[in-house]
């Protein structure tokens, strides 16, 4: 079965630090991942997936995530946050066998402080 | 990206009613759409997968009777809370998946959601 998990309900970081928000995941077969943000009463917006290739997945809003096959893990990370990169996070998984379905993991609320 | 519209995004009705939500997409046909609901500790719960003149397939425990979903045409899903009671008070979200015909590696694009609140 497919699943994800975000270890960290919550991750705290000063602005113009980085920032890393983890996510595991468990599935059968090659794994399609993706991240997701939600800003405050607002639908969730797609930041980047990992199909295939380079482990390095570039993203929106400068945000980039590492592939780990042998971790099994895909952390969201970027160089430098900003106090507007706070909001929940929700890394998903894909499954090649169902590709209609999407597992989304229960969520990371990143809190930027000036 | 692709473009799916959701509305309303916020209703408050009392019980006993029931509510329709519509979710479309913009710029893209959608034979496929997703309803999910997302409880108050943040997690996202698939209900119901929405094909376009079918019947939608829902997910076990999700009562069929209770969350009418209607996917009439390619670009719009409706889904109706009947007799809604304060218990289905939460955020839905309806998504669609990107068209990519090439590997159906296509990403989800999500809805604004819509807060319902049952009084």
């Known amino acids: 079965a497919q699943s994800v998990a975000q270890p960290e309900d919550q991750v705290n970081v000063a602005e113009g630090n980085p920032l890393t928000v983890k996510c595991t995941y468990s599935v059968s077969g090659n794994p399609y991942l993706f991240w997701y943000v939600q800003y405050p009463n607002r639908g969730l917006q797609f930041l980047l997936k990992y199909i295939t290739g380079d482990n390095l997945v570039k993203g929106s809003y400068g945000f980039e995530a590492e592939f780990n096959k042998s971790q099994t893990s895909f952390h969201l990370k970027k160089p430098s946050a900003l106090v507007s990169d706070s909001a929940l996070y929700f890394c998903a998984v894909r499954g090649p066998y169902n590709f209609n379905k999407f597992y989304f993991g229960s969520g990371t609320k990143l809190n930027v402080k000036p | 990206g692709a473009v799916v519209s959701q509305h309303p995004s916020r209703v408050i009705c009392k019980s006993g009613t029931s509510v329709k939500i519509e979710c479309r997409s913009l710029d893209f046909q959608a034979t496929t759409m997703f309803w999910y609901r997302q409880f108050p500790k943040k997690s996202l719960m698939l209900m119901a997968t929405s094909n376009e003149g079918s019947k939608a397939t829902y997910e076990q425990g999700v009562e069929k009777d209770k969350f009418l979903i209607n996917h009439a045409s390619l670009t719009l899903s409706t889904l109706t809370v009947t007799s809604a009671h304060p218990e289905d008070s939460s955020f839905y979200i309806c998504?669609?998946?990107?068209?990519?015909?090439?590997?159906?590696?296509?990403?989800?694009?999500f809805g604004e959601g819509s807060r319902l609140t049952v009084l």
């Open positions: 998504s669609a998946r990107a068209p990519d015909r090439a590997s159906n590696t296509g990403e989800l694009f």
